[in-house]
C-alpha cells in the first residue's frame, strides 16, 4: 500500500467513526426518553463541506431530538485530554475550545441550550455543558450527578463535564424542565 492510500484509509476511517458515534448518541437518547432523535443528513467533516446552504442553516447539530431543544455536537477522537482544551496554530479545529464555540453559536441561532457530547478510546460518553445549565440540572434533580468534572475554562463561562448516563437517566419531563428553565436564562 502507498502511503497517499493509508492517508485516505485514515480519513475514511475517521469519517465513518464519527458518522457511528453521532448515531450511538442519537439511539441512546432514543431509547431513554422514548422520542425520535437521528443523526443530522450530512454532518461531520464531509458535511461541512458538501451540504448546501439550506440544509446548513436547518440542521446545524450533528444529532437532533425530535421536541427537546438542545443542540449537540458529537466529537469522538482517539484521545481527548487536557491539550485539547487549547487551540493550537497546527490543529485549531481539534479543540474542545473550537468545538465548543461552534456548538454555542449553532445553539444561538436556534435559541436551544449546546451540548457537546465527547469521547475517546476506552473511556464513558460525557456531555459539556455550561455551568450555567449544570447548575439548572442540580436545582431541579436536588444532586449532583456521581461523575463530576469542573474546568475552569478560558472560555467566558466555566464547563462542566457529565457522563451521559447521569443526563439519561431523567425522564423526557424532566429533562423539559431543565431545558426550558436553561433557555430563559439564556435567551429571556
Same mark, same amino acid.
Given at each position: 500500500?502507498?502511503?497517499?492510500?493509508?492517508?485516505?484509509?485514515?480519513?475514511?476511517?475517521?469519517?465513518? &467513526?464519527?458518522?457511528?458515534?453521532?448515531?450511538?448518541?442519537?439511539?441512546?437518547?432514543?431509547?431513554?426518553?422514548?422520542?425520535?432523535?437521528?443523526?443530522?443528513?450530512?454532518?461531520?467533516?464531509?458535511?461541512?463541506?458538501?451540504?448546501?446552504?439550506?440544509?446548513?442553516?436547518?440542521?446545524?447539530? #450533528?444529532?437532533?431530538? !425530535?421536541?427537546?431543544?438542545?443542540?449537540?455536537?458529537?466529537?469522538?477522537?482517539?484521545?481527548?485530554?487536557?491539550?485539547?482544551w487549547?487551540?493550537?496554530?497546527k490543529?485549531?479545529?481539534?479543540?474542545? =475550545?473550537?468545538?465548543? !464555540?461552534?456548538?454555542?453559536? =449553532?445553539?444561538? =441561532?436556534?435559541?436551544?441550550?449546546?451540548?457537546?457530547?465527547? &469521547?475517546?478510546?476506552?473511556?464513558?460518553?460525557?456531555?459539556?455543558?455550561?455551568?450555567?445549565?449544570?447548575?439548572?440540572?442540580? #436545582?431541579?434533580?436536588g444532586?449532583?450527578?456521581?461523575?463530576?468534572? &469542573?474546568?475552569?475554562?478560558?472560555? !467566558? =463561562?466555566?464547563?462542566?463535564?457529565?457522563?451521559?448516563?447521569?443526563?439519561?437517566?431523567? #425522564?423526557?419531563?424532566?429533562?423539559?424542565?431543565?431545558?426550558?428553565?436553561?433557555?430563559?436564562?439564556?435567551?429571556?
Open positions: 500500500m502507498k502511503k497517499g492510500q493509508k492517508l485516505i484509509k485514515k480519513g475514511i476511517n475517521s469519517c465513518r &467513526k464519527g458518522k457511528n458515534f453521532e448515531r450511538r448518541v442519537a439511539n441512546l437518547f432514543s431509547k431513554a426518553w422514548n422520542v425520535e432523535a437521528y443523526k443530522t443528513p450530512g454532518s461531520g467533516s464531509f458535511g461541512t463541506t458538501h451540504r448546501s446552504r439550506a440544509l446548513k442553516e436547518t440542521t446545524a447539530a #450533528d444529532v437532533v431530538i !425530535e421536541g427537546i431543544p438542545v443542540t449537540i455536537e458529537c466529537k469522538d477522537y482517539k484521545t481527548i485530554g487536557v491539550f485539547n487549547l487551540r493550537t496554530e490543529k485549531p479545529k481539534q479543540s474542545i =475550545e473550537f468545538w465548543w !464555540e461552534k456548538v454555542c453559536k =449553532e445553539a444561538a =441561532e436556534i435559541k436551544s441550550v449546546p451540548l457537546l457530547v465527547l &469521547k475517546s478510546d476506552r473511556t464513558p460518553i460525557a456531555i459539556l455543558m455550561s455551568y450555567q445549565a449544570y447548575n439548572h440540572f442540580v #436545582d431541579y434533580t444532586g449532583t450527578p456521581n461523575r463530576l468534572i &469542573k474546568f475552569k475554562s478560558q472560555f !467566558e =463561562e466555566n464547563l462542566i463535564c457529565i457522563n451521559i448516563n447521569d443526563v439519561l437517566a431523567l #425522564d423526557k419531563s424532566q429533562i423539559l424542565v431543565i431545558l426550558n428553565n436553561i433557555l430563559k436564562e439564556l435567551y429571556g
